[in-house]
């Protein structure tokens, strides 16, 4: 068992009328990242509204960070917080933590079973499984946060995949996906039929809304996320040695990942040694701060947070167009640049330094928009809303 976090208060009460309280099991692997803060959000409303709700994860994936959030969190799951051993890869090891996440649904007397990411999807419908054929009911939902959709078409890992989404698409009385974008890609790749779907945003919470002045020594440019090749700190390192070359620049990467030490290297060999720093990992608030304008060169993304935040913050973005991050932007003038891309996103950058104040205009412009459509308290509804649908005969 592990516990971290930091708290927010719900936007708003729930309007509806008092109804009885759901049992809800949140499942899954490593609760870092997007997905993370998605869980975290989430089941934190569920519980202010009187529900009781449970997480179970991975108990070796979290960092000193998420630490900090489940110990925070923790308190406030009535169905407790539980982490167990969970394997990244697929393997032998599933089996155990099907078990014993079928076992600690059992003892819960669930209404509801809802899986995140890949693996926590898997977990869960496999669990709803065993509690069926035991003589118990729960329903089960199934946010796929990417996961599976990033697997290419025609590849061997793709084909195998697919093929285990459509098989456990049979144990799924609910798909939710953040974005449009997520659920035609689950359509294209896995298919239309099965479980009803919805699109429900992520969301954000008032405190996301406080603006974070850049620090007086701020960067001009910010990343924040994993550092992994599909987030494109390769596109951001290559663009940044160009532009060092007619502008003084600098950027701090925010963020720890498999490819932290590569990305590292290749800022060197790049001569970039003067003009980036990789302080670690950090909460996307506490992060802000150190640079003027965000950059997210992501080769794919499905919805991502920092955008969402960044936006929230009156925070200048620079963001490929990719996975959902238009659905964030759409009706704003911030401008998307194309994925792989070192020409586009060098051209944006020159733009921001070209003209501060226009960024700024458009940062605005963005916050606005976030307001109006991604909350955390409009989530919740739609989600327990879903949760509360009759199950289609």
Same mark, same amino acid.
């Given at each position: ?19 009885? !309280? ?29 529900? @009781? ?14 630490? *900090? ?26 089996? $155990? ?9 059992? +003892?819960?007397?669930? #209404? ?5 990411? +890949?693996?926590?999807?898997? @977990?869960?419908?496999? +669990? ?14 199934? &946010? ?10 025609? &590849? ?29 890609? @689950? ?29 007086? #020594? ?15 700190? #390769? ?12 502008? %003084? ?8 990942? !498999? ?19 990789? %302080? ?24 991502? @947070? ?13 963001? &490929? ?22 020409? #586009? ?32 308290? *409009? ?5 327990? $809303? ?8």
């Amino acid at each position: 068992m592990s516990t971290s976090g930091s708290s927010e208060a719900s936007d708003v009460t729930d309007p509806r009328p008092a109804e009885a !309280p759901l049992r809800i099991l949140h499942i899954m692997r490593a609760p870092v990242g997007g997905l993370f803060r998605h869980v975290y959000d989430l089941a934190l409303e569920q519980a202010e509204r009187g529900h @009781y709700v449970g997480i179970i994860a991975d108990r070796t994936a979290a960092d000193s960070l998420t630490q *900090a959030r489940l110990a925070t969190l923790a308190p406030k799951l009535k169905l407790g917080l539980s982490l167990i051993p969970m394997s990244r890869q697929p393997g032998l090891g599933d089996i $155990a933590a099907i078990r014993s996440i079928a076992k600690i649904a059992r +003892a819960l007397d669930l #209404d509801v079973l809802h899986g995140h990411g +890949a693996k926590g999807g898997a @977990y869960a419908r496999f +669990a709803g499984k065993r509690l069926s054929m035991a003589g118990e009911r729960a329903k089960v939902f199934y &946010t796929p946060h990417g996961g599976t959709l990033h697997y290419k078409p025609g &590849t061997a890992a793709g084909t195998v995949f697919f093929v285990l989404e459509r098989i456990m698409g049979r144990m799924t009385d609910g798909l939710i996906f953040e974005s449009d974008y997520a659920r035609k890609a @689950y359509g294209r790749l896995i298919g239309e039929s099965g479980a009803p779907r919805r699109v429900i945003p992520n969301g954000l919470g008032r405190a996301d809304f406080e603006q974070t002045p850049p620090n007086p #020594d701020a960067a001009n440019f910010l990343f924040i996320g994993e550092l992994r090749t599909l987030k494109g700190v #390769d596109i951001l390192l290559e663009a940044l040695a160009r532009l060092v070359a007619t502008h %003084p620049v600098r950027a701090v990467i925010v963020g720890a990942g !498999p490819d932290a030490d590569d990305f590292k290297q290749q800022a060197r060999a790049l001569g970039l040694g003067a003009h980036v720093t990789f %302080p670690g990992a950090m909460p996307a608030r506490a992060a802000f701060p150190l640079g003027h304008c965000l950059v997210v060169p992501s080769r794919a993304e499905s919805f991502p @947070y920092v955008v969402l935040e960044a936006g929230a913050a009156g925070k200048p973005v620079i963001a &490929t167009d990719v996975g959902g991050i238009p659905e964030i932007v759409a009706g704003t003038s911030t401008r998307l640049v194309a994925p792989g891309s070192v020409e #586009d996103l060098l051209r944006a950058m020159t733009d921001v330094l070209a003209d501060p104040e226009a960024a700024l205009e458009r940062a605005e412009a963005l916050r606005d928009n976030v307001a109006r459509k991604f909350t955390v308290s *409009a989530m919740a509804d739609a989600v327990l $809303a879903f949760y509360r649908a009759p199950v289609p005969a």
